[in-house]
Nanobody, 125 residues
Framework: QVQLVESGGGLVQAGGSLRLSCAASGRTFSSYAMGWFRQAPGKEREFVAAIDWSGNIIYYADSVKGRFTISRDNAKNTVSLQMNSLKPEDTAVYYC??????????????????WGQGTQVTVSS
């Protein structure tokens, strides 16, 4: 079992920045990959970013590439998402997720085994 708790969401103006954090517990954090997903009202949950256990392999959705940065601190059991140059279309509930079983870093939400409760990010125009 893995427990995930997100923090850091909020309201920000377009062009601003936010930093999301996700604290993990329950299993050896450095043994599994982590991802961030988001879900806007009326839309499906979509991939944002993923990082492998070592932090050496990282994927981003095209929509956030160059603006968002995912990172992890295995000593502190945390994964973060630095979001810069935010746009109104980034408004969503953001979820962190743990991919325990797969040996290949995935962007598919159904391959993630554990999810946090989500944190709201609202970007005003």
């Amino acid at each position: 079992q893995v427990q995930l708790v997100e923090s850091g969401g909020g309201l920000v103006q377009a062009g601003g920045s936010l930093r999301l954090s996700c604290a993990a517990s329950g299993r050896t954090f450095s043994s599994y990959a982590m991802g961030w997903f988001r879900q806007a009202p009326g839309k499906e949950r979509e991939f944002v970013a993923a990082i492998d256990w070592s932090g050496n392999i990282i994927y981003y959705a095209d929509s956030v590439k160059g603006r968002f940065t995912i990172s992890r601190d295995n000593a502190k059991n945390t994964v973060s998402l630095q979001m810069n140059s935010l746009k109104p279309e980034d408004t969503a509930v953001y979820y962190c997720a743990a991919n325990i079983a797969s040996v290949i870093l995935s962007t598919r939400r159904y391959e993630y085994d554990y999810w946090g409760q989500g944190t709201q990010v609202t970007v005003s125009s």
